[in-house]
């Protein structure tokens, strides 16, 4: 038996991302954000609210970074969700993590996590907090690759539980997309 639970966006897994962009005096800020997707092939979406320094930041600048939060950045990629550069501009060096100016757009690239996505602003919408990113460039440390391509379980994404406000981790493969439904065509 099914029982409603109203409308609530349980979509999962939900990645925990880690939103880059440097204020116009050039002071790096790093924001969690576990509303974001894949908007389109070149595309990024999220929902942001007006009031957050990172919003302001990209709209000034037009460009940001987005990186996937890992397992073993977990309380720096959390801090820089709870605290906010509206009221600490110095959270990225409270943080512990360290970053470096992409290679494509002016933002920051979070030195500990193994990929990330180099974005410029397409638009932003702040009725609705929806602003989407065109992907300028991917890049991603060699740790995390197999074969030249992201390996899941080397990279150990995090994941967030909109129900449980937990964290939770990757688990292993469960079958092979675009082959496992091969059996039942007939």
């Not at 576990?34 to 389109?40: E, I, N, P, T």
Request: hydrophobic content about 40%.
């Amino acid at each position: 038996m099914r029982k409603e639970l109203g409308r609530k966006p349980l979509i999962f897994p939900q990645p925990v991302l880690i939103i880059g962009s440097y204020a116009e005096d050039g002071t790096p800020d790093l924001m969690n954000a576990a509303w974001g997707a894949v908007g389109d092939d070149h595309q990024v979406f999220l929902c942001l609210s007006p009031e957050h320094k990172t919003v302001k930041n990209i709209l000034a600048k037009k460009e940001f970074t987005v990186s996937i939060a890992t397992e073993d950045q977990l309380a720096a990629c959390d801090y820089v969700g709870i605290v906010s550069a509206n009221k600490d501009p110095d959270k990225v060096a409270k943080s512990g993590l360290h970053v470096s100016k992409a290679a494509h757009v002016d933002a920051p690239v979070v030195d500990e996590l193994p990929l990330v996505l180099e974005c410029r602003l397409v638009s932003y919408e702040d009725e609705h907090c929806h602003l989407f990113g065109d992907i300028v460039c991917t890049s991603a440390d060699e740790r995390v690759l197999t074969d030249g391509k992201v390996d899941v379980s080397k990279l150990k994404p995090l994941i967030y539980d909109i129900e449980s406000h937990n964290y939770w981790s990757f688990g292993k493969p469960a079958g092979k997309a675009f082959s496992a439904g091969k059996a039942l065509i007939k």
